[in-house]
Nanobody, 123 residues
Framework: QVQLVESGGGSVQAGGSLRLSCAAS????????MAWFRQAPGKEREGVAA????????YYADSVKGRFTISRDNAKNTVYLEMNSLKPEDTAMYYC????????????????WGQGTQVTVSS
């Protein structure tokens, strides 16, 4: 069992920045891929970014490329999502997820999910 706890959400104005954190605990050895998803009201959950915990390879949705950066600290079992140049359309609940494999398409099948942290961007 893996527990994922997100933090760092909040409210910012357009153009601002936020940094999300996801602390993982429990049996994480088969979680070779850590990812961030988001879900806005009335929309489907979508993959935002993913990182291979071993190699550090990263993958991003087109909508966030160049603005968001995913990173990890394996010693702390923590994954981060640095979000810059935020737009109102980035407003959503952001979820951390752990999966066995990463795919560039972000069409992942997470085994575990965090409880989510809200990000609100005002214009």
């Amino acid at each position: 069992q893996v527990q994922l706890v997100e933090s760092g959400g909040g409210s910012v104005q357009a153009g601002g920045s936020l940094r999300l954190s996801c602390a993982a605990s429990g049996y994480t050895y088969n979680s070779n891929c850590m990812a961030w998803f988001r879900q806005a009201p009335g929309k489907e959950r979508e993959g935002v970014a993913a990182i291979r915990t071993g190699s550090g390879s990263t993958y991003y949705a087109d909508s966030v490329k160049g603005r968001f950066t995913i990173s990890r600290d394996n010693a702390k079992n923590t994954v981060y999502l640095e979000m810059n140049s935020l737009k109102p359309e980035d407003t959503a609940m952001y979820y951390c997820a752990a999966a066995t494999y990463c795919y560039p398409s972000l069409n992942l099948h997470p085994l575990y999910w965090g409880q989510g942290t809200q990000v609100t961007v005002s214009s």
